[in-house]
Nanobody
């Protein structure tokens, strides 16, 4: 089972990026998936989660700026990030669960991608 995150990069404050997470090895169409991030010197934190039928949950810090979505036919999840701020700078990790339960805790997810770096300059 592999989760491959992509789409990170360097962007100016106020800009946008779209992250993708492609799953292989098994289907996650019936499972919750999510995004976490970890900035240097900080703990990993929840960003957004999505259920199998696309019910969503967001951290307060990204609500109204980020949009999580999924395409079960492609076994892929996305994170559209708009109005980016320097404090959004972090390595972003995609995750997937064995269950259809969106959690804001890392221990709620069994599968993790390798992370993609997002850097927002001021």
């Amino acid at each position: 089972v592999q989760l491959q995150a992509s789409g990170g990069g360097l962007v100016q404050a106020g800009g946008s990026l779209r992250l993708s997470c492609a799953a292989s090895g098994r289907t996650f169409s019936t499972s919750a998936m999510g995004w976490f991030r970890q900035a240097p010197g900080k703990e990993r934190e929840f960003v957004a989660g999505i259920s199998r039928r696309s019910n969503t949950d967001y951290a307060d810090s990204v609500k109204d700026r980020f949009t999580i979505s999924r395409d079960n036919t492609k076994n892929t999840m996305y994170l559209q990030m708009d109005s980016l701020k320097p404090e959004d700078t972090a390595v972003y990790y995609c995750t997937a669960s064995d269950y259809n339960l969106v959690s804001n805790k890392p221990e709620g997810y069994a599968y993790w991608g390798q992370g993609t770096l997002v850097t927002v300059s001021s």
